[in-house]
């Protein structure tokens, strides 16, 4: 035998539960009363695009593409690779033959690869975009290093010497004279 009392009681608590304006969708948060902890959908997603907001509206290096500080890193490790070689490399190096600067310039490429899988595999640069432009910003300092040098030539200066900031910043050196330079080379093969 079933309690007719007890059924009755049980489908009038359905009703009122069915009756609250998004019951089903509702979850109960914390302690106290029902009506205090109730949390609907709504609000949930409310709570989560605040969140988002604020991770989002961080500091500017955050809202930087990861492909520009990809493409920045390329330029300065090899800028680094440069200010090694010229700095420890050439005392080892010394002497104008074409093995000791081809030497120079691989041990400059090295220091720079080396620094940039170093850092770009601490900040998280993994992405096949990143590397693409990790490549293209290491290439474009190692052919347009005079076009950089040019704009800051005070910099450059500070940072190797007089004499090779001028030899850099002739006018036959700069990117474009260093890609017909590649472009030649590649016709010859």
């Known amino acids: ?27 109960l948060a914390g302690e106290g009363e029902v009506t205090k902890t109730r949390v609907s959908e709504a609000d949930i997603r409310k709570a989560r695009n605040q969140i988002a907001r604020k991770q ?7 809202s930087v593409p990861k492909w520009a500080i990809a493409f920045m890193l ?6 680094l690779g440069r200010l090694l ?12 033959d074409m093995t000791m600067i081809i030497l120079q310039h691989a041990g400059e490429m ?3 690869i080396v ?14 975009m990143t590397k693409t432009a ?12 005079a076009d950089v040098a040019r704009h800051a030539p005070g910099a450059w200066e500070a940072m190797f010497s007089a004499d090779y900031a001028a030899s850099v910043m002739q006018p036959s050196m700069g990117a474009r004279a ?11 093969i």
């Open 178 to 188: 260093n890609i017909q330079t590649i472009a030649a080379a590649l016709q010859n």
């Open 1 to 27: 035998m079933i309690n007719k009392q007890g059924l009755d009681t049980f489908d009038a608590r359905l009703k009122r539960i069915s009756k609250s304006e998004g019951a089903g969708k509702q979850l």
């Open 74 to 79: 390329g330029g300065v490790a090899m800028l």
């Open 134 to 145: 990790m490549t293209a910003g290491l290439a474009l300092m190692l052919v347009g290093e």
């Open 115 to 128: 620094v940039l899988v170093t850092v770009a595999t601490f900040a998280g640069l993994r992405g096949a």
């Open 56 to 62: 989002s509206s961080g500091s500017l290096i955050l």
């Open 85 to 96: 070689g010229f700095h420890v490399l050439a005392g080892y190096l010394a002497g104008g």
């Open 110 to 112: 090295a220091v720079a």
